[in-house]
């Protein structure tokens, strides 16, 4: 079962949104939640965006990873490094890193609904694949091309 969960018109704080969905996704359902934030620009934006959150079965680098990296604050971000059980994440428009370990590790995105689309983006997709190898390794200039991004919206 597929659960989509629309909290466009209720603010909720995500250290009493997310454990709900956590617990969800631990039951064995999918979640579709709305993004909140501009850490995976600039292909996914603030209130724009719906990331589809499935059980964790295996974890590789370039996954994008709910993580739970301090008692109650998450992130949706891309793992970019996994020895042992150490974690590293980033977001796709940040600089700096995240650290966890595995088990703090809590879904994996499978898909994202982007600029309105009833069709999702499936992470498994080719397209995703190439976005995601190309924009991993623009990283030494990511930061100009985030700054043009933002001047020019």
Excluded at 8 to 20: D, W, Y
Excluded at 60 to 80: C, F, M, Q, W
């Amino acid at each position: 079962m597929t659960y989509s969960i629309d909290i466009k018109h209720k603010k909720i704080s995500n250290s009493r949104f997310l454990p709900e969905v956590i617990r969800m996704i631990g039951n064995g359902h999918s979640v579709t939640i709305p993004l909140k934030g501009y850490s995976m620009r600039p292909f996914l934006e603030d209130d724009r965006d719906k990331a589809i959150l499935s059980k964790v079965r295996n974890l590789n680098i370039g996954d994008i990873a709910l993580a739970e990296i301090s008692p109650k604050t998450y992130v949706l971000h891309r793992i970019i490094g996994i020895n042992g059980d150490n974690v590293v994440l980033r977001g796709d428009g940040n600089i700096a890193c995240e650290h966890c370990r595995l088990s703090d590790i809590k879904a994996i995105a499978t898909g994202f609904y982007r600029k309105g689309s009833n069709k999702p983006c499936l992470t498994s997709s080719r397209k995703w694949k190439a976005y995601s190898w190309i924009w991993t390794r623009l990283y030494p200039i990511r930061r100009y091309l985030l700054f043009i991004y933002r001047i020019t919206l």
